[in-house]
């Protein structure tokens, strides 16, 4: 059974930095590309960025690209999500999400994801 399980998150000040970490088992995790997404307030599902299976290839949302960065390591079948540079409007509860082998079409799209975990909030102050 695939079991995602992220940490990480708190109430920070805007400005500050915060590692999320996704924390994976029941599946052949290096073959996965995982991705991050999150759920402000009131608000639809939205994508962060993704780190691909295989390669050493990361894609983001124009809103967070030059701020957050994803890794993966998969000798302890982890994904992380490094924030900088937190602003008010990060607020969210943030998700990591396994990524359907073989599924095409638009990276950002929940529907080409299987398995997700919880969630952890991060709140960021003013």
């Known amino acids: 059974q695939v079991r995602l399980v992220e940490s990480g998150g708190g109430l920070v000040q805007a400005g500050d930095s915060l590692t999320l970490s996704c924390a994976a088992s029941?599946?052949?995790?290096?073959?996965?590309?995982m991705a991050w997404f999150l759920r402000a307030p009131g608000k639809e599902r939205e994508f962060v960025g993704i780190?691909?299976?295989?390669?050493?290839?990361?894609y983001y949302a124009d809103s967070v690209k030059g701020r957050f960065i994803i890794s993966r390591d998969n000798a302890k079948n982890t994904v992380y999500l490094k924030m900088n540079s937190l602003k008010p409007e990060d607020t969210a509860v943030y998700s990591c999400?396994?990524?359907?082998?073989?599924?095409?079409?638009?990276?950002?799209?929940?529907?080409?994801?299987?398995?997700w975990g919880q969630g952890t909030q991060v709140t960021v102050s003013s």
């Open positions: 029941g599946l052949n995790f290096a073959s996965f590309a």
């Open positions: 780190s691909w299976s295989g390669v050493d290839t990361t």
């Open positions: 999400a396994e990524r359907i082998v073989g599924s095409g079409g638009s990276a950002s799209a929940p529907m080409h994801y299987d398995f």
